[in-house]
């Protein structure tokens, strides 16, 4: 009897939870990551699953065999640094639980049907948000992929090498694949706001980008330097995150600089330089590249102004995602279910962008709170959206 909703949650959560916070990191193609791997494949297997896996680690457990046609759901197992448990897991232990209703009701889907797992949804390793499915899908290219680095400048070939996976085949793990569902935890108040709706269906996606910010200065003596003698990049930096914040908010759009570092990030020392990085996010390309503009434009004033020097590079930038309206019609319109968009990124928003025809099923998350240990989930709204995605499979993977 394979382990029910409760049990998977409970057998997945010491996985990557850190010691410290509480919260979960799981680096990519770290052991980490592997015993996540290990864990998803064992569940698979218990189910007589049988897995696909690419060579970048994502893996596709199906009901029967791959082929033409097939329905996929699933999510990710990554996490931010100190991120919550829900976001990215809650999508892959309820496909895992949702087939087991179907299968338990005797149902025997018309088209295959799949769990996937994505690594690197998070891009908290090497910096690019949905690395997993990009390369998947083709969205970003090998050649691009292989080079980033993580903090400690190891590469993505060379984690996949120690990881002992061998990177680009001919074939995908999408191949085949024309309809995708991902059940994710609401990141936000949206549902929570509603009266009685623990379960939504997303509309589409903010577009959203994230740039490295480099400021130059002259390193000095915090003592011996007079303050109007120097140059000091923090100042430049601290003067752009205000600049940020105060632009965001006027436009009711987002701007996060939440990862910054100092160098030489000594008490006593003027900074020669600091680095951080903006994520940036809007209701529309427009506003984006508005926002964008806005505050990068204002940095470099400040940095003339503070005798410092500025470099701005483009990380990752994802347009509107869009999800099929006909699609998110027949899930939302006959259960009543709400169609919100949502300004955090996913797997779905890269197969949407790549042509599969996807749609996304939020459960209630009474904080709102995500990317920290505070994200939460009732019991009972985890087990409607085992539910809701089981009725939504059936009719998908039914017809
Ligand atoms: O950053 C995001 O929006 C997503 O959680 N990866
Ligand atoms: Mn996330
Ligand atoms: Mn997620
Ligand atoms: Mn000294």
């Given at each position: 009897?394979?382990?029910?909703?409760?049990?998977?949650?409970?057998?997945?959560?010491?996985?990557?939870?850190?010691?410290?916070?509480?919260?979960?990191?799981?680096?990519?193609?770290?052991?980490?990551?592997?015993?996540?791997?290990?864990?998803?494949?064992?569940?698979?297997?218990?189910?007589?699953?049988?897995?696909?896996?690419?060579?970048?680690?994502?893996?596709?457990?199906?009901?029967?065999?791959?082929?033409?046609r097939a329905v996929v759901t699933?999510?990710?197992?990554?996490?931010?640094?100190?991120?919550?448990?829900?976001?990215?897991?809650?999508?892959?232990?309820?496909a895992?639980?949702a087939?087991?209703?179907l299968?338990?009701?005797?149902f025997?889907p018309s088209r295959p049907l799949g769990?996937?797992?994505?690594?690197?949804?998070?891009?908290?390793?090497?910096?690019?948000?949905?690395?997993?499915?990009?390369?998947?899908?083709?969205?970003?290219?090998?050649?691009?992929?292989?080079?980033?680095?993580?903090?400690?400048?190891?590469?993505?070939?060379?984690?996949?090498?120690?990881?002992?996976?061998?990177?680009?085949?001919?074939?995908?793990?999408?191949?085949?694949v024309t309809t995708f569902v991902e059940?994710?935890?609401?990141?936000?108040?949206?549902?929570?706001?509603?009266?009685?709706?623990?379960?939504?269906?997303?509309?589409?996606?903010?577009?959203?980008?994230?740039?490295?910010?480099?400021?130059?200065?002259?390193?000095?003596?915090?003592?011996?330097?007079?303050?109007?003698?120097?140059?000091?990049?923090?100042?430049?930096?601290?003067?752009?995150?205000?600049?940020?914040?105060?632009?965001?908010?006027?436009?009711?759009?987002?701007?996060?600089?939440?990862?910054?570092?100092?160098?030489?990030?000594?008490?006593?020392?003027?900074?020669?330089?600091?680095?951080?990085?903006?994520?940036?996010?809007?209701?529309?390309?427009?506003?984006?590249?508005?926002?964008?503009?806005?505050?990068?434009?204002?940095?470099?004033?400040?940095?003339?102004?503070?005798?410092?020097?500025?470099?701005?590079?483009?990380?990752?930038?994802?347009?509107?995602?869009?999800?099929s309206?006909e699609l998110a019609?027949r899930i939302?319109?006959?259960?009543?279910?709400?169609?919100?968009?949502?300004?955090?990124?996913?797997?779905?928003?890269?197969?949407?962008?790549?042509?599969i025809e996807t749609a996304?099923l939020?459960?209630?998350?009474?904080?709102?709170?995500?990317?920290?240990?505070?994200?939460?989930?009732?019991?009972?709204?985890?087990?409607?959206?085992?539910?809701a995605l089981a009725d939504v499979l059936a009719d998908l993977a039914g017809d």
């Open positions: 009897m394979p382990d029910d909703f409760e049990a998977m949650w409970a057998s997945l959560a010491p996985i990557g939870r850190s010691a410290s916070s509480g919260g979960y990191f799981r680096q990519p193609f770290a052991a980490a990551e592997r015993e996540l791997a290990s864990w998803f494949e064992e569940q698979a297997l218990a189910r007589g699953l049988s897995l696909t896996r690419d060579g970048f680690g994502n893996v596709v457990a199906w009901l029967g065999s791959p082929g033409p699933g999510s990710h197992l990554d996490s931010v640094l100190d991120g919550g448990a829900y976001d990215g897991p809650l999508g892959v232990v309820s895992l639980a087939l087991d209703l299968v338990s009701r005797g025997s769990v996937s797992v994505f690594v690197e949804e998070e891009g908290s390793r090497f910096g690019l948000a949905c690395l997993g499915s990009r390369l998947a899908s083709g969205a970003v290219s090998w050649d691009t992929a292989r080079s980033l680095t993580d903090r400690s400048g190891v590469s993505v070939e060379d984690a996949l090498a120690a990881a002992s996976l061998s990177g680009p085949s001919s074939s995908s793990l999408l191949d085949g059940l994710h935890v609401e990141q936000g108040r949206d549902l929570v706001d509603r009266p009685a709706a623990p379960i939504g269906v997303a509309s589409g996606i903010w577009p959203h980008g994230r740039y490295r910010y480099e400021f130059r200065g002259s390193a000095d003596h915090a003592g011996t330097t007079r303050m109007q003698d120097r140059a000091d990049p923090m100042l430049t930096y601290a003067m752009t995150a205000l600049a940020a914040n105060k632009q965001a908010r006027l436009a009711d759009e987002r701007a996060t600089f939440g990862r910054v570092e100092v160098t030489p990030n000594s008490t006593n020392s003027v900074p020669s330089a600091v680095t951080a990085w903006l994520d940036a996010r809007a209701s529309s390309s427009s506003s984006l590249d508005e926002l964008v503009g806005v505050i990068e434009r204002q940095a470099t004033e400040r940095a003339a102004r503070d005798g410092t020097s500025l470099t701005v590079t483009p990380e990752s930038v994802s347009g509107a995602v869009t999800f309206p019609a939302a319109a006959p259960r009543g279910w709400p169609v919100i968009p949502t300004a955090a990124g996913h797997d779905a928003g890269i197969l949407s962008a790549a042509g996304m939020f459960v209630r998350n009474p904080t709102g709170v995500s990317h920290s240990p505070a994200e939460t989930a009732a019991m009972s709204d985890c087990l409607a959206g085992v539910e």
